[in-house]
Nanobody, 121 residues
Framework: VQLQASGGGLVQAGGSLRLSCAASGRPFSRYVMGWFRQAPGKEREFVAAINRSGSSTPTADSVKGRFTISRDNAKNTVYLQMNSLKPEDTAVYYC???????????????WGQGTQVTVSS
């Protein structure tokens, strides 16, 4: 499956952004989807995941209550709504697909190219 992330940009602290990730190539609904991020000098970290039906959405403690993951299987797209953004949310955000429901980065087989999110103070 091929993944194309979009929606990043520059936003002030307290603002919002909505990331999108469009999938193509294989049936989207068979994949668990996740969002990850990587800040300069840091390891890539889990942000949120969503199971095939959208009924389960584990989220990292650092973004809980501010970020929401969702998916539209008819549009082959997964979203990450980011509210109340903080400067520490600045990172490249990646969407990824896996066959197993997991939050482990290494278990995700397919990755998008990343989209930059910069939050100014």
């Amino acid at each position: 499956v091929q993944l194309q992330a979009s929606g990043g940009g520059l936003v002030q602290a307290g603002g919002s952004l909505r990331l999108s990730c469009a999938a193509s190539g294989r049936p989207f609904s068979r994949y668990v989807m996740g969002w990850f991020r990587q800040a300069p000098g840091k390891e890539r970290e889990f942000v949120a995941a969503i199971n095939r039906s959208g009924s389960s959405t584990p989220t990292a403690d650092s973004v809980k209550g501010r970020f929401t993951i969702s998916r539209d299987n008819a549009k082959n797209t997964v979203y990450l709504q980011m509210n109340s953004l903080k400067p520490e949310d600045t990172a490249v955000y990646y969407c990824a697909a896996a066959l197993d429901f997991t939050i482990a980065t290494m278990s995700y087989e397919y990755w998008g190219q990343g989209t930059q999110v910069t939050v100014s103070s």
